[in-house]
Structure formats: C-alpha cells, structure tokens
C-alpha cells in the first residue's frame, strides 16, 4: 500500500476535508491535525515552509513501514486505497532531519510555537549557522515568537547546542548587551571554528576589553565581521578586533562614526589578508587609506562613501596596489577628479560596481575611461547628483553614455539621476540597443526608445 504524507489542514485527498482526525496521544503533541485555532495559527506557515526539505530527505522502506503502521483507523482513507500520513506520525529521527534543512530564524522563531513535541524536536538540532537577525525587534516579530527567542539570554542556549558554528548574524538585535557575548564566547568552545560574525545595528552593543579578549581567544579564526551602525565601536575597538584576529579578510564598520586613520593602520599591521572594508562615514584621510593599500594588496572591494577628506592620492594608491579591486565606493567623496577616476578604471580593469554619486567634479571622461578600461567587467554604475553650478561646463552628454552603452554589453544598473537634464533619447537608444542585460536605469527615458526599437526590430 502506498503512503502519502498530508495534515489535515492540507490533506492528500480534498474530500475528507470536513472532518480533520486527531491522535489520543495529547492535544498539544499532534497540533498538526487540529482543526485551526488562535494558538495554531503558525502551523500551516511552518508546514509548508518545511514541505520542501522534506521532499529531498531520503526515507528508507522500514521507516515508510514504521510510519504506516501508526496510522490509526481513525484517519479517513484516500478513495484510490492510499493513506494520508501526517507528518507527527514522523520519527523523531526524521523530524531532526527535516528541521536541520530549515534555516536557523525559522527553527528558532516559528517551529516551536507549533506544538510541544516540535519544541523539543527544535532543541535537539544541531545548527551549523545561527541566524537570528532582525529577530530582536527590527521587524516587528509577533511577541509570541520572540517569547522564546527574543532574548538575549536565548542566543547563549541557541549557540550552545550549535555543532561546529561557522556563522552567528544578531543583524538588528537591539538588545543585545556584552554580556550577552561574553557569555557566548565563554561557554561555547566550539566557537573556534567560527568564521563570521555580523552584528549590524546592534545599537546597544558596547565593546569591553573582555569581550574582545574572548574574541581573542575563542573566534582567533575569525574571517568576516560585520558591525555597521553600531554607534558605540571606536578606534579602540577596532585596533583589538585586528590583533585578535589576523586572519579577518571582511569588516564593515559603515556608519561607526568614531572611527579615523588608527583603525585602518591597525587593520594594515595585522590583517594582510582583507579582500572587502567599508568606512563609509568615517572620519579618515588619505593617510589612513594608503597605508591599507600598502599593506593590503588583495583588496577587491572597498567603500568609503561619504568620507569627505578623501582626495585624488587615495584613489591614485589604491589603483597601484590593489589591481584586482571589483567594487569601489566613493560616493559623496567631493574632492575625487577625473584623473583619478580614469587612472583608477586603466589599472583596475577588473571593477563591475562604482559608485561615484555627489562627486561633482567628474564628467564625461570620467565614464568614458571606465567604459573602455573595464567595459568587459563592468555592472553597476552610480553617477548620480555629478553637477555643479556655473562657472563649470556641464558634466555629462550623450558621448559618454553612448561610449558606455557600446564596451558594456553586461551593463545591467545605470544612475545619472540629475546628474544632466541634457542628455537626450540618443542615450537611451544605445543602452537599449547594447545593453540586453539593463534592468535599472535612472535618469534616462529610456523605456520608450527600448519600446520603439522592439517594435521596429518586429515589424
């Protein structure tokens, strides 16, 4: 006899939709098959969020075996002879399995609000990954999700379960303290094989000598960290944070302030093995950039938007030392020229993202280098708000854009979003006619001239 597996809220065959069957085993332990309530509204969700690993778990004979014979005769045959199963009729073996497919936010979140016995099953997987982000109130979840893991103490049970962690991302949980942490760190010996660390917007987050000598000494493997917009880092922290961990090849700091040159030296004393920094909004120079460049040569992203004090000799620096750069941010970088933009796009042929908004000193040759130097490579381009009052010309024409449409073929975001309000349909023509990957493009009127052209090509 063949065995489908089915809930009542969702069975198999529709025509025993009327009369959902339960198991005598408990009310709270077969939540599966109760018919809908207040308390099971999560139930559907977590079913069909799981319905998908579940199809790739391979189930030997003797387990389908098993699961038939405690099909009870209470449930209500299919009308070809088949069987409905519900999934509470799984072992608790084959249960693990499937929530070891889910993601960590839903096995901590949802899962164990189901009934009972998936709040146990929940407590015996091993993560390899702990997501909880935005779990910690940034996107509003229900207070009955967050009453079992919506404190800080819940990370430390959570991560100490966890087998082999290679990854813990607390993004947006607000009330995360150093305590918190430390407690982490202290009792989770199996931390050493962490690899990445994210707590972006962790605004209460305070850094302490411990906690980072607990970094030190439990996460010396660390690769990428992530603290943007945590309010509360400082040089200090970040100097400890580089000698802790020398073999970290991703920060982001964006948005942190209180940050200057100190940090990018001590990043460029112990960290030869960054690939990707962002500064963005910080208070640093070129002193602090070129240095990070010197000591850095495998760099192949970098952000340093809004760091006003940035001139033409950090561009210049980074172009000589880090030839495989693919992203580049120096949005809002007032002081950038041409020059640099073009010495940067002849030694970096390798860039698929710039960013250039609010440089106002840039114009026509500024795309046109990058076009011809990196058109091969090239995705992304941001240009936007380039312009200046008088006495300087006007920035960008329909040459460069046209340049730019015919060497990047793999173009597929454009902004030059008042960046000139001359630029005409010729523009927009050319991207659509060289550009076939073009999916964003800001300010060109370039959808009626896509239009036309298709019209024209069918007829």
Not at 76 to 100: H, K, Q, R, W, Y
Not at 371 to 388: D, I, Q, S, Y
Request: net charge negative; proline share 4%.
């Amino acid at each position: 006899m063949q065995t489908r597996l089915g809930t009542a809220d969702h069975p198999v065959d529709s025509k025993h939709d009327q009369a959902p069957t339960t198991h005598s085993s408990g009310s709270d332990s077969c939540a599966i098959k109760l018919p809908r309530s207040p308390r099971s509204a999560a139930v559907p969700c977590a079913t069909a969020y799981i319905a998908a690993p579940l199809a790739a778990v391979p189930v030997s004979g003797s387990e389908w075996a098993s699961v038939d014979s405690d099909h009870t005769e209470g449930d209500a045959p299919s009308n070809n002879g088949d069987s409905v199963v519900s999934i509470d009729c799984l072992s608790t073996e084959l249960l693990m399995i499937i929530f070891g497919l889910v993601d960590s936010r839903m096995l901590a979140s949802v899962l164990p609000t189901v009934c009972q016995r998936w709040r146990e099953v929940c407590c015996e997987v091993r993560p390899t990954c702990l997501d909880l982000s935005d779990i910690g109130g940034w996107s509003g979840i229900a207070s009955r999700q967050a009453l079992y893991w919506g404190t800080s103490q819940t990370v430390v049970t959570f991560v100490n379960r966890a087998v082999s962690l290679r990854a813990i991302d607390l993004t947006g949980f607000v009330d995360l303290r150093h305590e918190t942490l430390v407690a982490v760190l202290a009792q989770c010996p199996q931390l050493s094989t962490l690899g990445t660390l994210r707590l972006g917007w962790c605004v209460g987050l305070k850094f302490w000598k411990w906690t980072i000598r607990g970094l030190s000494k439990h996460c010396s493997g660390l690769t990428t960290i992530d603290l943007h917009t945590c309010v509360l880092v400082d040089d200090h922290v970040v100097v400890m944070i580089a000698e802790a961990c020398p073999q970290l090849q991703e920060i982001d700091v964006f948005h942190c302030g209180r940050l200057t040159d100190h940090s990018l030296g001590a990043l460029a004393l112990n960290c030869h093995r960054l690939s990707s920094v962002n500064f963005g909004l910080a208070d640093i120079s070129d002193v602090g950039v070129v240095e990070l460049a010197l000591a850095c040569p495998h760099l192949r992203s970098v952000a340093f938007g809004r760091c006003c004090q940035l001139t033409d000799t950090a561009v210049w620096m980074l172009a000589e030392c880090c030839r495989r750069l693919s992203s580049v941010d120096f949005s809002y970088c007032a002081q950038l020229t041409d020059s640099a933009v073009a010495h940067l796009a002849e030694r970096c042929k390798y860039l698929a993202i710039v960013l250039l908004g609010e440089c106002p000193k840039l114009s026509d040759d500024s795309i046109v280098a990058l076009a011809e130097h990196c058109g091969k490579h090239l995705e992304c381009l941001n240009v936007k708000k380039c312009r200046t009052s008088d006495p300087f010309p006007t920035q960008f024409t329909d040459h460069s854009v046209i340049v730019l449409a015919r060497h990047c073929s793999g173009l597929r975001s454009l902004n030059l979003d008042g960046a000139n309000a001359s630029l005409t349909a010729r523009s927009g023509r050319a991207l659509a006619q060289h550009c076939p990957r073009l999916v964003s493009v800001r300010g060109i009127s370039w959808r009626e001239e896509w239009a036309l052209d298709s019209k024209t090509g069918s007829s």
